[in-house]
């Protein structure tokens, strides 16, 4: 666990984080070992005692009830990033078993950065593999839940829909997309091009891998460093040209300026880092700074400040620009959806998840805007048609005033 390991060592076991987990505020919660706290202390006694055995499969289980929501960050006194420590723990206990221990439904999210763009390469083959009789049976076979909120994809990838030419005179960003918003939901990237041509920007796809979220929730680290180096060597070159890096996803935006600066210190990844920009942040900055002056939306909206949101402080700035926009905010909901990333998918996982999800979505009404892809199908899908969910910008979009 190297450095993770002497973070573990300094919880002080004041028990603050157990009072922000999803997971231990659940029915499973009455058990001190399937708590925030209760994990860290058990970390402590495995690396000074060695009991529980640290690479039992049930001590495994208990760690991995952590999808690393970011929310205990902000209340831990000690400053201790909990969930990279859980996520360090998952690395030392993969290079214990070999990677044997690794389940089908792991090792399938965690392929999706190569598979994906490796399928699209052949539309006819992507077009058969892309529908909902395919995902049903890959659901089956992969150990993934059967009400797993994964969409089907998209016909064509964003990468195809961007080819080309970009508008004369307007400012250019280079947009690193990742998987989810390239392969599945291309729209998300083309909504964000959509909106942001209205301010004279313009954005295109330089060379780019899989961020490796995925990875650092299932404790891959080696594939996650790769991942981290071939991101930051495409990236820098961006950046020291003098383009910002738009994300549209809050895991992209904390991975580059969070996670690849520990996982691949230098001078690139920090340059990389501070030339991200968030969509919401741009939003922000065009609003406030009247880059967008001939757009007004109207109606109402619920907004659900995600997990991530509430990590990198992006749900006030999103409650400005729609409000400064012209629609109403009529209640900001603080709870988190449930989906926890790939977390919420996986069949062992699936009827907690549901549990968490079900408190926010009871409380729910109209239309909904939350920041996270995974948790827009969350809400979506646990919903049942009650409402509809949308990222920020591409609300803002369907809210537009005629």
Known sequence: MGVYAEEAERCIRCGFCNSVCPTTLTSIGYAPSRTSRGRLVMLQSTMILERPRPFDGGFKELIDLCFGCMRCLQVCPAGIPIPLVNSSFRAAYHAHTGGSRISR??????????????LNKYPPLWRLL??????????????????????????????THLRGEQK???KLYALFADTYARYIRPSIGLDARHLLNKAGIDIYLPQQHDSGVIHLE??????????????TASLYKEAVEGRRILCTSPASTMMLREVYPQLVPGEASKTVADSVTDINELLYELVTEEGITDLRIRGTITLHSSCLSQHLKLTPKVRAVFESLGAQVEEVRTECCG??????LQRKNRALSVEIGSRLTARLSGTVVSYSETCVEQIRSLGGGRFEAYLPHQAILRMQRP
């Open 218 to 231: 299932l404790g891959l680290w080696d594939k996650l460093r790769k991942l981290a180096a071939l991101n």
């Open 105 to 118: 439904s792991e090792r399938l999210l965690s392929s999706l950065g190569e598979v994906a763009p490796a």
């Open 339 to 344: 989906s926890g990333g790939a977390w919420g």
């Open 130 to 159: 892309a529908n909902r009789l395919s995902l049903r049976m890959l659901k089956a076979v992969a150990g993934l839940a059967k009400d797993a909120p994964i969409p089907v994809p998209e016909p064509r990838s964003l990468d």
């Open 168 to 170: 004369a005179g307007y």
